[in-house]
């Protein structure tokens, strides 16, 4: 009795899943279809069996071939429909903490960026967010809006953030080695006590950015714009200014290391001229001419 119970239940377990598994449910009715069709065939080519049997498996040749070829692209469909339907569920997960100033909301959306990177999805809005003291280090986000963002503390180790928006967003002691600002959009930001070495802001728009203390050791800033940015007290040594623009003398005059900093021969021929002091070591600092 207990066997045949237990097959019983079985079954039903079994009938149960068939909704949710496609494929074996797809299959099953192929089978039923298939069986009630030579079921009825057969009786009606009597007599001419083999000649109905290889008329058959012609057909099924072709059958496989179709059902192959479908099978493949319904198989693709649903694999980028389910890639869409993620992607949209990690920018919507983004879109749930963006007004929530936690630290659980940061490992949220940390989460998440992480899942749109592995989705090759680099440009995600990530405008006021709060992302304080977490570690973005490796992570792509180019194109990406990170306007208003609060990043104090990140680490940026090797990022990507080339053409990202970064207006008047908060980087305050941010460690940005090596990162990619190419072409970023940074008026307005607070980059005061940030560390980078070989940080790359070639051709960055860095107008009125406030690099106080900050340490920029070996940084890029070929091409950018630094109007009215804040060098004070901001450790330049081996920074490249070539062809940067805005860049005037009071602003060099207060940064606080500028050894070995390279420049266009106009800036340089400026500071021999107006502000000598700024060549020589100590609290001024000797430039190199590009």
């Not at 001419?48 to 059958?63: D, F, K």
């Not at 006021?128 to 003291?133: A, F, G, S």
Request: with cysteine.
């Amino acid at each position: 009795m207990t066997q045949p119970l237990h097959l019983r239940k079985r079954i039903v377990h079994l009938i149960r899943e068939i909704p949710q598994r496609p494929i074996l449910t797809t299959s099953i009715v192929l089978f039923f279809v298939i069986a009630i069709l030579v079921s009825i065939s057969i009786p009606l080519h009597e007599g001419r069996l083999s000649e109905y049997l290889l008329n058959v498996l012609m057909e099924a040749h072709g059958m496989i071939f179709d059902i192959a070829v479908i099978g493949i692209l319904i198989l693709w469909l649903n694999k980028s429909g389910e890639k869409q339907i993620n992607i949209r569920n990690q920018h919507n997960e983004i879109d749930d903490f963006r007004d929530w100033k936690a630290t659980e909301a940061s490992y949220r959306i940390l989460g998440a960026i992480k899942r749109l990177n592995r989705e090759d999805v680099h440009k995600i809005d990530l405008h006021e967010c709060y992302l304080r003291n977490i570690n973005l280090s490796y992570i792509t986000l180019k194109g990406s809006n990170l306007n208003y963002a609060d990043l104090a503390g990140v680490k940026l180790i090797d990022a990507v953030l080339d053409s990202t928006r970064l207006n008047q967003v908060n980087l305050e002691n941010a460690t940005l080695n090596k990162a990619s600002l190419r072409f970023a959009l940074l008026s307005g930001a607070n980059l005061s006590g940030a560390s980078g070495i070989k940080t790359d802001f070639e051709n960055a728009f860095l107008v009125k950015a406030d690099l106080k203390n900050s340490h920029m050791i070996s940084a890029n800033f070929r091409g950018a714009d630094l109007s009215g940015a804040n060098l004070e007290n901001a450790h330049l040594y081996m920074a490249d200014f070539t062809g940067a623009k805005g860049l005037t003398i009071e602003q060099l005059a207060q940064a606080k290391n500028l050894n070995k900093a390279k420049f266009d021969e106009e800036i340089y021929n400026m500071i021999v001229i107006n502000h000598p002091s700024l060549l020589e070591n100590g609290a001024g600092s000797r430039m190199s001419l590009a």
